[in-house]
T-cell receptor, first 114, second 115 residues
Framework: DAGVTQSPTHLIKTRGQHVTLRCSPISGHKSVSWYQQVLGQGPQFIFQYYEKEERGRGNFPDRFSARQFPNYSSELNVNALLLGDSALYLC?????????????FGPGTRLTVT | GQNIDQPTEMTATEGAIVQINCTYQTSGFNGLFWYQQHAGEAPTFLSYNVLDGLEEKGRFSSFLSRSKGYSYLLLKELQMKDSASYLCAVRDPGNSGAGSYQLTFGKGTKLSVIP
């Protein structure tokens, strides 16, 4: 079975631009979470979606938004990019948000803002 | 919110045993996870503890004490491939009502295994 997939793998953008990152969860998983990982740090929670509804939001500005589609795939959008947005963006899926179910991470999208 | 502390770096010898500690202060707790992350790769799940005690899985074991806000990951019979960052993460109910569970990660412990 395919794991969590993300696209694109790498992306270079200029300050002020907009970016859309995409994630497809493991088949059967209905919960998707997004994390930002800056080099040398642990992942930082951005959003969680379950059954197409936002269930959690981390401490990120309104420039960050996301949505989940009927097939449970998800998009993360970032507007007005700043240099500090350069990071690895990880998507993780799980069957449901809680319980004993761990989150499975995708390979990530490495975003560079110049 | 959550505050999670773990050592920044550790070095151990191939074949030895290493213990990576994690302490946390929480406003909510719904389990503690350990993940392994090789450089440039995604985190992979190692263990999950929600009750006090030791969980063993092959060469890896994880311990939790909720009253002390403390966990450790024990790696036995170290191999060179165990060189990676080890991330401690606490799951809490979040701030968006029922059904919201989010992971808060520590900064990770970079383990170097030397011959």
């Amino acid at each position: 079975d395919a794991g969590v997939t993300q696209s694109p793998t790498h992306l270079i953008k200029t300050r002020g631009q907009h970016v859309t990152l995409r994630c497809s969860p493991i088949s059967g998983h209905k919960s998707v979470s997004w994390y930002q990982q800056v080099l040398g740090q642990g992942p930082q929670f951005i959003f969680q979606y379950y059954e197409k509804e936002e269930r959690g939001r981390g401490n990120f500005p309104d420039r960050f938004s996301a949505r989940q589609f009927p097939n449970y795939s998800s998009e993360l959008n970032v507007n007005a990019l700043l240099l500090g947005d350069s990071a690895l963006y990880l998507c993780a899926s799980s069957l449901v948000p809680g319980g004993t179910y761990e989150q499975y991470f995708g390979p990530g999208t490495r975003l560079t803002v110049t | 919110g959550q505050n999670i502390d773990q050592p920044t770096e550790m070095t151990a010898t191939e074949g030895a045993i290493v213990q990576i500690n994690c302490t946390y202060q929480t406003s909510g707790f719904n389990g503690l996870f350990w993940y392994q992350q090789h450089a440039g790769e995604a985190p992979t799940f190692l263990s999950y503890n929600v009750l006090d005690g030791l969980e063993e899985k092959g060469r890896f074991s994880s311990f939790l004490s909720r009253s002390k806000g403390y966990s450790y990951l024990l790696l036995k019979e170290l191999q060179m491939k165990d060189s990676a960052s080890y991330l401690c993460a606490v799951r809490d109910p979040g701030n968006s009502g029922a059904g919201s569970y989010q992971l808060t990660f520590g900064k990770g412990t970079k383990l170097s295994v030397i011959p």
